[in-house]
DNA sequence: GCCAAAATTGAACGATCGTTGAATACTAGT
DNA sequence: ACTAGTATTCAACGATCGTTCAATTTTGGC
């Protein structure tokens, strides 16, 4: 981290790391943190150690090196989410499931990811981070990638609640997603405003906060606004 | 001024517009749907019918430009949510402020811009949900613009409920933030989701829930966890 | 009406962008 | 060893980027 402009290869044993996962890698990691137009294929290809022109081999552009970025990790993230989910259901097969158990399924498989320092999902989540926030990617993306498991989490929470409106349920899912994708940026502003007593990358203290957080939400709008 | 290609300027009679101002207009909504990278100069004083060279003399960089697009209208926002702070706790000179009453303070005088049909501070509204999830400028940028104005919120809020540990409030303050800033952004995604139950335009809407969703989570989690 | 200051114009600068194609090196299967 | 396909290198393309500068027009105080 010395140094603004880093040359820094994503390194790794050139063999056994083949090209196309090196400019993935690099791709991902600069995508993450700069946005897709402040990104350079020329810079990403210089972080990956190999040839502009490569990218554009094993990628057709610029644009579909990104969406190869992005469907790399995204099955493997709505498979143990599902897990998680289903798991939730077979423990309550006679009676109903909490919603911090749902919600606690939706969020902790990926905060699990995020606290066992693999770097490489670290750039990713901050991937998310920026796209879910983006007026023009933002609806388009998520929507596509992720929806269809989240109207699964919502049917979930629909038997969790039955007495909830859907609209209530909706809007509160959109607060849900809003509270955890920031996370996902570590931005380090939390440090700096607790001054230091919170520290952006602690996920195991997001974990024991967020479901209670969200889930007490939930129930609040639910609960409060029935007719 | 023949043959122009129109892409829609931001018009005004050009007189009672001046220049620096249509040229903060232009840059404020094309940053706030493309970000900062993706947005060229030249698109910008297309847009805010100019030559390219005055954004050079109006404002010194493409960069210091967007701070003066930042700066235009942040001491407005701080200014009337600590208005509606000081008017909260006014009403509770004697007693204890409600934590969904200082929330609210927080929220609704947002809210309510975004609201009244004010194109441009839906797209103000639109920046800030970029930079608050962005790795890079996220952090420092809204710690400089906000943090001052949030921390004497975090005060309050130690007020309303001082058997909560800071810990616990930075969290939720954390979650709070990345809510509030999802909505800024009005993907469109929960239209989708909910099948056009849900609008992410309908700020009425988010109005009457957030402070309800956020205020639940904040006692649950500070009480959840006390010792 | 004069004049200095402010605002606007038009043209250009080097740098760098995404992308391509032709030539070369490497890696099987036979 | 030959060959076919895959992977990699090198050099370049037109376009467009942020930025500058000299020349011109417009403005406001006297």
């Known amino acids: 981290m010395i140094g603004r402009i880093d040359t820094g290869t994503v390194a790794m044993n050139r063999k056994s790391h083949p090209t196309r996962e090196r400019?993935?890698?690099?791709?991902?990691?600069?995508?993450?943190?700069?946005?897709?137009?402040?990104?350079?294929?020329?810079?990403?290809?210089?972080?990956?150690?190999?040839?502009?022109?490569?990218?554009?081999?094993?990628f057709k552009s610029k644009r579909d090196l990104f969406d190869a970025v992005m469907l790399r990790r995204v099955d493997h993230l709505n498979s143990i989410r599902l897990d998680a989910l289903e798991n939730v259901e077979q423990r309550h097969s006679g009676d109903r499931a909490t919603v911090e158990e749902i919600i606690a399924a939706f969020t902790q498989p990926l905060l699990e990811l995020l606290a066992s320092?693999?770097?490489?999902?670290?750039h990713y989540f901050a991937l998310i981070a920026q796209i879910n926030n983006s007026t023009e990617f933002g609806g388009p993306l998520m929507t596509r990638y992720f929806d269809p498991l989240v109207a699964r989490f919502i049917e979930a929470l629909k038997k969790a609640m039955p007495e909830c409106e859907p609209e209530d349920l909706y809007w509160c899912y959109h607060f849900l997603s809003g509270a955890l994708t920031l996370t996902f940026a570590e931005t380090g502003r939390i440090d700096n405003l607790s001054g230091g007593i919170c520290k952006s990358s602690d996920m195991t203290s997001i974990n024991t906060r967020m479901p209670t957080f969200i889930a007490a939400g939930f129930e609040a709008v639910c609960r409060g606004r029935r007719p």
């Open 117 to 122: 320092d693999h770097e490489e999902w670290r």
């Open 23 to 58: 400019i993935l890698d690099a791709a991902e990691e600069l995508f993450a943190r700069d946005g897709f137009a402040a990104v350079t294929v020329r810079q990403i290809m210089r972080k990956a150690d190999a040839d502009v022109s490569l990218a554009y081999y094993h």
